[in-house]
């Protein structure tokens, strides 16, 4: 009897409160209670990130169409700061200056990083050690390296004292103070730089290309370059859509590389837009004409990311 009872006392505090809690009881209200969590952890970083980056972006764009000097007032005068930047040989050319570098950059960095990654995707018994070696400009400090290439090119530096050494001294240059070479010195850094993160990328696609099609196209009589290029080349088009992308919005945004080598110079022959808004909004203190170039970059960057992926998409369907 005291057994029973106990049960039929505990199934009276009980059950009552779980059908107050509806269907599913207790286990229903806990999976609700974890879902609603999953929000409110996810809200600070979604805050965080609207109010950073799309509400700085916001605020810096409302500035470009002003003339405010970062201190005091300002007053709002529409598209005279887009005027001024398309009228402007200088801004012109800065503008010319930093599509060069991000077209030419990003053809030399995939091209380079589809062959490395080709190359190293054999089974080669030092493709581990290579694949370190090649990824190393990737992590290191842009800036820091950069200073290293500004030794190596100046006019007593490595290359022009091997030049002379082999009897090619007609050769050297003083090659970032000529305004001919100094914009293909700061590409070639550039490439430099970012070459291994295309092969990483395409390491990563070629990983998905089954081996036994490649046999299958040998064994059929295609050569090398024809497995290249209708088998694996098809097989990597995702990798090769977030190369291009990544390496274009990387190229228009080049800025340490040429603030350490050149700093703009000489003459203004490898000015970018990204130098530009760091010399007008914090060096002139024209702080609303440097977020009006801000406002072209990222809105050449928009561009540029919209058509890759629509060219991607058309190429994908």
Known sequence: MSASS???????????????????????????????????????????????????????????????????SFEFIGLDNFRAIFTDSGYLLALGNTLLIAILSVVGSNIGGLALAVALNRLLKTRYALRVVFFMPVV???????????????????????????????FARPWLADPTYAIWTVLLVVVWQTTGFAMVIYMAGLAGVQPETEEAAALDGAG????????????????????????????????????????GGPAGATETLATQVYKEAFSLGNFGFGAALALLLTVIILIFAVIQ?????GKED
Not at 6 to 23: C, D, F, I, N, W
Not at 309 to 313: G, H, L, M, P, V
Request: net charge positive; glycine share 12%.
């Open 6 to 72: 106990g049960t039929s006392e505990t199934e009276a505090l009980v059950v009552p409160r779980a059908k107050r809690r509806g269907p599913g009881g207790l286990r229903q209200r806990r999976a609700g209670n974890v879902k609603f969590g999953h929000w409110w952890w996810a809200l600070p970083g979604v805050l965080l990130v609207l109010a950073i980056h799309y509400g700085a972006t916001s605020i810096g764009s409302f500035f470009a169409f002003t003339d405010w000097t970062g201190i005091g």
């Open 140 to 170: 290191l400090s842009p800036l820091a390296t950069a200073y290293i290439w500004r030794f190596i090119f100046e006019y007593n530096g490595p290359i022009n004292v091997f030049l002379e050494s082999v009897g090619l001294g007609e």
């Open 224 to 263: 090398l370059w024809q497995r290249f290029w209708h088998v694996t080349l098809p097989g990597i088009r995702p990798a090769v859509a977030i190369a291009t992308t990544l390496g274009l919005v990387q190229g228009l945004r080049v800025f340490d590389q040429i603030l350490a080598l050149t700093g």
């Open 309 to 313: 992926q629509r060219i991607t998409a």
